[in-house]
C-alpha cells in the first residue's frame, strides 16, 4: 500500500476489482471452452496472468495498479476453468471425475502453501520490482507445455443457447449454492485464519514476542493448506466418491460446523490441530461437488463450471468482508459464527443434490 501511496480502503477497492472481474470471467470462460475447447483458453490464461503480474511490478500508482488487477481476473479464470474441466476428463479415464477433480485439486493446496514461502523468500532477497518479476516468469513457464500438449475435443455443436438452458437444470442450480456456501467458508479460513490465530495466541500467551506470534500464526494457514492436500489425496482414492459424493460433501460440512464452533470458544494451544482438522473437512468439497455436477452435465461442462464458480465467487466477496465489519465492535474469534449458517445451509444443500 505504502508504495501504491494508497489506503486500506483502495487496496480493498483492488481486490474488489479482481472478485468482480473473476465473476465475470468464469462465465466467459466457460462457454469459452465448450465452444472452442481447452487449448487456446489456457494458453491465454497463462499468457494474461503473467503479464499482468509484469505490470503490477512496475505500477507505482492506483490507477497503473487498477488496470492489472481488472484483466488478471480474466487470466486466472481461464486457467481456473480450463484446469477444473479438463481434469475429470483425463484423470482416471473420465469414469470418476469426482476422484479426479479431488487429485487434480491436490495442487491448489500445494500453491496455497508454497506460494506465501516463495514470496517472503524473495522478497528477502531482491527489490519489490524484481520478486513480482520472478513471479511473472514462473506464471508463463507452463505455456509451453500447453502449447505442445494434446487435448480431448470438446463436444461439436455447442450454442450460447445451450448454456442458457442450464439455468433451468436444477441439479447445476443446486451445485451453484452449495458452492456458494463452501467458498464463503474456504475464502474466510485463508482470509482470516492467520488473524484468528495471531488474535488467541497473543491472548493466551502474551509473553511471546510479537515476531514469535506472527510466525505461528502464519504456520496455521500452511498447516490448513497441508491438510487440504492430504486430505484431496485420500479422497481421491474413493472409488464410490462421484457416486455418494453429495453425502460425503453433507458429512464433511457437518464437521467443519462443529470445527467452528470450537474455534470459537476455544484456547490458543487448539489451534493448529482445529486448523489441521478443518483443512481435512473442508478439502473434499470444492473438488466433489465439481466432480458430481460433471457427472450430471458431461456434454456442456464448461459452462457448468462458469456458472457454479461465478455464484460461488459471491461467496468469496460477501462473507469474508462480513466477518471483518463484525470483528471491528467483537473479536474474530467471535465473529466467525457467521459461517455457522453457510454450513447448515451446505449440509441441507449437498443431501437435496444427492437426490437429483
Partial sequence: MPRLKI???KFGSLISAFMFTCLIASLITGVVVDKIGYKPVAIFGFLATSVCIFILARGQTYGMALLP??????????????GNTLIPVVLFGGTNPAAASNLGNVFFGLGLFVTPLVVSFLFKKTSFESAVSVLGVIAIAPVVLAVIAKYPQVPAGFSLSNAVALLKEPAVLVAALILFCYISLESSFCNWLTPYSKEV???DFSSLSGSVIDATSQQMLSAFAVAMMAGRLITSQIGSITEYGSWFVAGAAVIACLIILAMGRSR????GALAVCAGLAFAPCFPTIVGVTFSKHPENFGSVFGIIFAVGLLGAVIIPKAIG?????????KSLKLLVPACVALIILAIILGRL
Fill in 7 to 9: 489506503d486500506a480502503g
Fill in 69 to 82: 488487477c481488472l484483466l488478471l481476473g480474466f487470466g486466472a479464470m481461464a486457467l481456473n476453468t480450463a
Fill in 201 to 203: 495466541i497473543s491472548r
Fill in 268 to 271: 490458543a494451544i487448539w489451534t
Fill in 325 to 333: 465489519n463484525l470483528s471491528k465492535g467483537s473479536s474474530i474469534q
